[in-house]
C-alpha cells in the first residue's frame, strides 16, 4: 500500500504536471472573480472564503478523472483490480485516492493563504479557510474516486465525473464555507460546522472507496 | 428452476422472465391507469371544493400537487435504489430497466415539486427560491436523478451500463433521509412536516382527505408510468438485438468470404 502511495505520488509529481493545472487553475478561478464583481476591497474580503471554497472545488474536480484514467491507458489498473485477492480493492482505491489528494488536494490548501491575500481577507478568516480546505478537500477526492471509477471506461467521461460528483459535495462545501464564515463572523459557530464536515470526510473515506473499488470490478468484467 | 413452480408463485424470480413481465403488466396496466385516472379526478374535485386556509387563502390548492409530487419524488428515488440493489445482489435481469424506467419520471415529479414550491413560496414568503435546507436538498435530488440519466446515457450497451448506474443510485440514497428530516435539523422557512407525524397529522380532515386520495392517484400514476416506460424498455432492447441479428445475417450473406 505504501508502495502504491509512492508510485502514485511519483508519477503525479512527474509526468503531465497534473498538479502544476490544478493550481493554475485555481488561481485562474480566483483571479476572474475580482473582473466579475468588481474591484470593491470590502466585497471581496467578504465573500473571500466561499470564492476560494468554490475554487478549490473545482480545481479538484478537473483533476479527477486522471486519478484511474492513466493506469487504465497502460494496463497497471487491470493488475491492481486482479490483485484484490491480496489486498481489498477498497484499500488500494484508498490508497490511491491518497496519494491523488496529497499531489492535487495539497497544494491547493498549500496556495490557498496567498489567493487569500490577493482577495482582501482577514488573517483569522485566511487560517479558517485553510482548515476547512485542509480537512474538507480529502472528501471530494474520495467522492470524486467513484464517479471516476463509474466514468474510467467512457471515452470522454471527464465532464460527466464532474455532472455526478458535484450534488455529493454540496454538503462538503456548505459545511466548509460555514465554518470558515464562523471564524470570523461573531455569532456564527466554528467547531460546530467544521467537527461535522470533518465527520463528512471520514464518512466518504469509507464509502467512496468501497463504491469505487464494485465500480472498477463492475467495469473489468 | 421449474417453469410451472416459478408460474405458480407470484414472486420477483418469476418476474425475471421478460415475456412472463410483459404478459403480466399487460393485464395490470389498463385497471392500474384507469385507478390512477380515477383517483385524480376525484382528488382534484375534492381539491376545488375544499375550504381555503384561513391564512394562505386560494394558494393553497397548490399543496394538492406540490406534496404528493414531492413524496412521489423520493419515493421515485427509493424504487430506484431497490432495483439497484436488484442489480448488484440478486442481478435481477429487469432491475436495470426498472432503474432506466424511474429516472426520467422521479426526475419529473422532482421538478414539479420544485417547480410548484416556487410558485407557491412567491406569494407566501414573498421569493420564488431561497436556499433553505429542504430546497437545497430537494434540488440535489434533482440533480442526482439527471446525474443518473446522463451515465446510462453515455454507455452505449444497456447490459453494461447496469451495475455503475446502480452504484450511482445507491450512493446518491445518503441523501434521502437528508430530505426527509432536513426540516427538522435545521431551522428552514419550509414548514416541518405535518401529516406523518407520530402525533397524529397536524391538517384539518377537510384539506387531508383531498391531499391523500391525490398522493394515491400519483402514487398510481407514477407506477403506471413506470410500467409503460419499462415495457417500452424492452420492446427496444428486443428490436435492437433483432436489428443487430439481422445485420450481422445481411453482412453474411452477402459477403460469404469476408464473414469466414
Given at each position: 500500500m505504501t508502495a502504491l502511495i509512492l508510485r502514485d505520488i511519483r508519477l503525479g509529481l512527474r509526468a503531465g504536471g497534473g498538479m502544476l493545472i490544478g493550481i493554475l487553475f485555481f488561481l485562474a478561478v480566483i483571479a476572474v472573480v475580482p473582473f466579475g464583481v468588481g474591484p470593491d476591497l470590502n466585497l471581496l474580503g467578504r465573500i473571500g472564503p466561499a470564492i476560494l471554497w468554490i475554487g478549490a472545488l473545482l480545481a479538484s474536480l478537473l483533476g479527477l478523472d486522471r486519478l484511474f484514467q492513466a493506469d487504465r491507458e497502460d494496463g497497471s489498473l487491470d493488475i491492481l483490480i486482479l490483485q484484490g485477492h491480496e489486498h481489498p480493492l477498497a484499500l488500494t482505491v484508498f490508497a490511491k485516492c491518497v496519494a491523488h489528494w496529497l499531489t492535487t488536494g495539497l497544494p491547493l490548501v498549500i496556495v490557498s493563504p496567498a489567493l487569500g491575500l490577493l482577495m482582501n481577507m482577514q488573517p483569522a478568516a485566511i487560517l479558517a479557510t485553510s482548515a476547512t480546505l485542509l480537512a474538507g478537500t480529502p472528501a471530494i477526492t474520495f467522492i470524486g474516486a467513484t464517479g471516476a471509477a463509474l466514468a474510467v471506461a467512457l471515452p470522454r467521461g471527464g465532464l460527466l465525473v464532474s455532472v455526478m460528483v458535484l450534488p455529493f459535495v454540496i454538503p462538503v462545501l456548505i459545511f466548509g464555507v460555514m465554518a470558515a464564515y464562523g471564524a470570523v463572523e461573531n455569532p456564527a459557530p466554528f467547531t460546530q460546522p467544521f467537527l461535522l464536515m470533518c465527520a463528512l470526510t471520514l464518512f466518504f473515506s469509507v464509502l467512496g472507496p468501497f463504491a469505487a473499488g464494485a465500480a472498477l470490478k463492475a467495469s473489468s468484467d | 428452476m421449474n417453469d410451472t413452480t416459478a408460474q405458480a408463485r407470484f414472486s420477483f424470480t418469476a418476474l425475471a422472465n421478460p415475456t412472463r413481465y410483459l404478459s403480466y403488466s399487460g393485464k395490470i396496466l389498463p385497471w392500474l391507469g384507469g385507478l390512477s385516472a380515477l383517483l385524480l379526478i376525484v382528488g382534484l374535485y375534492m381539491a376545488f371544493t375544499a375550504p381555503e386556509d384561513y391564512q394562505q387563502g386560494i394558494t393553497v390548492r397548490i399543496m394538492y400537487v406540490h406534496v404528493p409530487a414531492a413524496w412521489l419524488a423520493m419515493m421515485g428515488y427509493m424504487v430506484m435504489a431497490v432495483s439497484a440493489l436488484g442489480t448488484l445482489?440478486?442481478?435481477?435481469?429487469?432491475a436495470d430497466v426498472s432503474i432506466k424506467a424511474a429516472a426520467p419520471i422521479g426526475a419529473a415529479f422532482t421538478f414539479l415539486a420544485l417547480a410548484t414550491g416556487s410558485l407557491w413560496g412567491k406569494?407566501?414568503?414573498?421569493?420564488?427560491?431561497?436556499?433553505d435546507a429542504r430546497l437545497t436538498s430537494m434540488f440535489v435530488l434533482f440533480l442526482m436523478y439527471l446525474g443518473v440519466i446522463a451515465l446510462q446515457r453515455a454507455m452505449d450497451d444497456p447490459v453494461k451500463a447496469a451495475r455503475p448506474v446502480a452504484i450511482l443510485v445507491l450512493i446518491g440514497t445518503v441523501n434521502i433521509p437528508i430530505i426527509k428530516f432536513s426540516v427538522d435539523w435545521w431551522n428552514t422557512l419550509h414548514q416541518p412536516a405535518?401529516?406523518?407525524?407520530m402525533d397524529g397529522p397536524t391538517i384539518d380532515p377537510s384539506l387531508l382527505w383531498p391531499l391523500l386520495i391525490m398522493a394515491v392517484g400519483f402514487t398510481a400514476l407514477f407506477f403506471f408510468l413506470h410500467m409503460v416506460a419499462m415495457r417500452t424498455e424492452i420492446w427496444r432492447r428486443r428490436i435492437a438485438s433483432m436489428r443487430r441479428a439481422s445485420a450481422r445475417e445481411q453482412r453474411s450473406t452477402a459477403r460469404p468470404v469476408l464473414a469466414e
Open positions: - | 445482489i440478486w442481478r435481477h435481469p429487469l406569494p407566501m414568503w414573498g421569493t420564488w427560491w431561497v436556499w405535518a401529516v406523518f407525524r
